[in-house]
């Protein structure tokens, strides 16, 4: 269900010490991520588990207007949570932006923000931006056009999840 | 992209635009690809179009020509022309503009 | 004017690095096509019929002669000679080769211009009534909520991937010239009774394949509120508009589909959060900061009339026509708003030449504070003339075919490039402009029809805004050959209108006659004093269609 990755978190790439599982398999107590129907269905049970939990919001596929799962169902279950993946189906869909912002900024999740699925360059530092703080990147992009990527504009005009003031706000700080 | 090849074309060509200025080029009998359509090789009949696309495919022309596709052509006379008043105007340049694109060239070379 | 500080130029700077990146990425062949081309279209570079085409964001319509002056210079070194003005206040150039376009974007960063964000589901060029600052009974100059509007949307990380592009409009008067309500979002400045400045909404509006009038979401967003009161609308459009079908996705079919009422309660939920954190809120000082940007320039103390003038409209009949057609009132006495007409008889709606756009430089440098605005309807405009200017400004005008005294009437016809340029167009719409302008050339025979808007599309995209014309033609192709469909009682004003279908599509022969019957019916049928979408709001459609099929 998941295609080939390598993980690059906080700028640097790591081993994953996440999986995903489908929604039959049972769990074990290695960290592991989950769908959103799994973790509506089985949340009693999840609660109980002693181990780290992680949830994959789907981006598309939602019924005939592809709407995509919504941020807002996360909300009972945050304090289960130890991360978020976000999808990214296309490069064209940006809903994940909204729902990583909403995550960070409305719902305080502290954890693990990851972005999974297919991306264009210019995006990850925009994702980075919305509080996303982990990249499952293709095996064929080297961490230096990552890194380079992320650096490409220095400035930024409105605020977001980062620490980024904007340039409306930072010229009269 | 609005007027293309219609179903039950008898004659079809080849067209694409160039990476570097998106000047229109169409393929040739010998694979290339010229500024000119009296240049462009003619296939008749569907398989035989077919066969010309599949030829316009190739990988390493990504590197010169953007979305290769096939049209229809007329037969007049001798010759050949674009069917439709897109790949007309393609084939000459802006009809509001005769000083510009193939149809500004051709002049100049006559 | 605003000016760019060391972020501006830094950002926009960073930018044009990037794409060059890109540019030469592409070129080598380390990214496909499919990769490149959304971050060719995030920088405004499409793939048209004969060429690449630019297009250059002008935001809300203001250049000043500088700016203006580095469009001819574009025009000459990079393209063949001219630039076309469009109807979102841009302006395209229609033959750049790709490998250029890097140092063309370096020329334009050091005038203090972009592409970005002129093309891709992203916020575009903010646009705005181009009599800003300059016409009477304005609340506030809409340029500087519109600047602040530019800072806050370029590069925004939420939002540059939207299920489909994005549109903003802003006018601070009442009479409605930016066409607020055939945008994404149209923004009214408006002044409460205790005096404080606020923003009426409209979400929803749009052209394309179908057409929606806004809706008024909102009575007043307080100054302060507006960033976060956009980001709500925005943020809710992303999480929830539709991205199965790219003919369904704009915010106007969210709208319709989801309902005034629960659009408005979605974005006042939303709004609600957003604005709590504060995060929004612009800086007193920064607003101060672009505000006095937009200040008046230094008017002289002036009468209300000007001898010189009325001399001048005395003895040349010419010029007298071209005053009243042509010039707007001006907020401050012996001042006029001087419009240039891009609509020559048999010219290129829009188009405009290196050795115009530095005429227009020239005049707007010596006569106009250094300002020129772009037009939705495609002309120009020098803001701040004096009367006693008028009749110098309009002999240079004239003397490079700029002074057509056309504003407002049959031949200042809103035509896209239609298929003589453009990848998407079915039919050409051009050449229909052109054969209109000869028809009805006779500048005598235009004023007695009086005020009367033609907009021709060459496709169901309406980037001619056939919609909203008094007279819309809309551009069909039939097995590779044109046709023209006929629309009557369109409006962009403030009663905007989207206009009726007449009946089945015209030829090319026919459509210019067909045009003549819809005029030759309104004369035969106007009262005193009615404007030709006066009388059609009167009457309805039924006589033009019996006249058009008879």
Not at chain 3, 115 to 143: H, K, L, M, W
Not at chain 3, 235 to 257: F, P, Q, T, W
Not at chain 3, 258 to 283: C, H
């Amino acid at each position: 269900m998941h295609k080939d990755y390598q993980l690059v978190k906080d700028g640097a790439l790591c081993q994953d010490e996440w999986h995903y599982s489908d929604d039959e398999t049972a769990l074990s107590d290695a960290p592991t991520i989950i769908s959103l129907t799994r973790l509506k269905a089985e949340a009693e049970v999840l609660r109980a588990r002693n181990a780290k939990l992680g949830v994959r919001l789907l981006a598309d596929g939602n019924g005939k207007t592809k709407l995509g799962e919504d941020v807002a169902e996360l909300a009972p279950y945050l304090d289960m949570l130890s991360l978020v993946s976000i999808d990214f189906p296309t490069y064209r869909n940006g809903r994940g932006f909204s729902a990583a912002r909403i995550l960070r900024e409305q719902f305080n999740f502290d954890g693990e923000l990851r972005a999974s699925g297919d991306v264009l360059h210019d995006q990850w530092a925009m994702m980075r931006r919305c509080g996303i703080t982990a990249f499952e990147l293709a095996p064929t992009v080297s961490l230096e056009v990552f890194t380079k990527a992320m650096d490409e504009l220095s400035e930024a005009y409105q605020p977001a999840s980062d620490d980024q003031r904007g340039a409306l706000w930072k010229r009269h700080a | 992209m609005a007027q293309h090849s219609s179903k039950g074309a008898r004659f079809q060509a080849v067209t694409a635009n160039r990476l570097s200025d998106g000047e229109v080029v169409y393929l040739t009998a010998d694979n290339q690809w010229a500024e000119t359509f009296p240049a462009a090789d003619i296939a008749d009949g569907a398989a035989a179009g077919e066969a010309l696309l599949a030829r316009a495919l190739p990988a390493d022309f990504e590197l010169h020509v953007l979305e290769p596709y096939l049209f229809e052509v007329l037969q007049d006379g001798a010759h050949f022309k674009p069917a439709s008043v897109r790949e007309i105007i393609r084939a000459a340049g802006p009809t509001v503009r005769l000083d510009l694109g193939k149809q500004a060239d051709a002049k100049q070379e006559s | 004017m605003y000016r760019y500080d060391e972020f501006d130029h830094q950002l926009v700077g960073e930018r044009v690095t990037q794409f060059r990146g890109q540019v030469e990425r592409r070129v080598s062949g380390e990214l496909s096509e499919d990769a490149f081309k959304p971050l060719r279209l995030m920088n405004g570079v499409y793939l048209q019929l004969h060429a690449y085409m630019l297009r250059v964001a002008i935001p809300y319509g203001t250049l000043s002669s500088k700016q203006l002056r580095m469009q001819a210079h574009i025009a000459r070194k990079y393209d063949r000679g001219y630039g076309h003005f469009t109807t979102r206040q841009n302006i395209q150039f229609n033959w750049p080769a790709l490998d250029k376009i890097p140092d063309l974007l370096e020329e334009l960063a050091t005038v203090e211009m972009h592409a970005i964000q002129t093309s891709g589901n992203c916020i575009r060029n903010v646009t705005a009534d181009q009599y800003a600052g300059a016409i009477d009974n304005e609340v506030e100059d809409p340029r500087i909520i519109s600047e602040i509007i530019r800072q806050w949307s370029t590069f925004h990380p939420e939002f540059t991937y939207l299920p489909r592009k994005f549109k903003i409009a802003v006018t601070g008067h009442d009479n409605d010239r930016a066409a607020i309500k055939l945008h994404d979002i149209g923004i009214v400045i408006k002044q409460n009774e205790l005096g404080d400045i606020g923003y009426e909404i409209h979400v929803g509006g749009g052209q394309g394949r179908t057409p929606f009038i806004a809706k008024k979401m909102a009575d007043f967003v307080p100054k302060a509120q507006l960033l976060a009161y956009l980001e709500a609308v925005m943020r809710v459009y992303n999480r929830l508009g539709r991205r199965d079908n790219s003919y369904k996705a704009r915010i106007k079919i969210m709208v319709h589909e989801t309902g005034e009422e629960e659009m408005r309660r979605l974005i006042e939920a939303e709004f609600a959060k957003i604005d709590a954190s504060q995060m929004l809120s612009v800086p007193q000082a920064e607003a101060d900061r672009i505000s006095a940007y937009f200040a008046n320039p230094a008017f002289a103390a002036l009468p209300a009339t000007s001898a010189a003038m009325e001399t001048a409209q005395k003895q040349d009949a010419d010029f007298a026509r071209w005053v009243r057609a042509n010039i707007v009132p001006h907020k401050q006495d012996g001042y006029a708003i001087v419009n240039i007409s891009l609509k020559p008889i048999g010219g290129v709606p829009g188009d405009a030449t290196d050795v115009q756009m530095e005429a227009v430089a020239d005049l707007a440098e010596r006569y106009s504070f250094d300002e020129i605005r772009v037009t939705h309807e495609q002309n120009l405009v020098l803001p701040h003339v004096r009367l006693d200017d008028l009749k110098t400004v309009y002999d240079e005008l004239q003397a490079h075919e700029l002074a057509t005294a056309n504003l407002g009437l049959i031949s200042d016809t809103i035509a896209c490039p239609g298929l003589d340029y453009c990848n998407l167009a079915n039919a050409r719409s051009i050449p229909l402009a052109q054969e209109i302008s000869e028809r009805f050339a006779d500048l005598d025979r235009q004023y007695d029809i009086g005020e009367l808007k033609i907009k021709i599309s060459g496709c169901i995209n309406a980037c001619g805004h056939h919609h909203v014309g008094h007279i819309g033609i809309l551009g069909v192709d039939k097995k590779g050959t044109e046709f023209y469909q006929i629309s009557l009682g369109g409006s962009a004003d403030e009663n905007a209108s989207i206009g009726t279908i007449t009946g089945r599509a015209f030829t090319e022969e026919t459509i210019v006659d067909a045009i003549e019957t819809v005029v030759t019916t309104y004369k035969d049928m106007r009262q005193d004093g009615e404007r030709f979408i006066d009388t059609y709001r009167r009457v309805g459609l039924d006589p033009f269609k019996e006249r058009l099929y008879a």
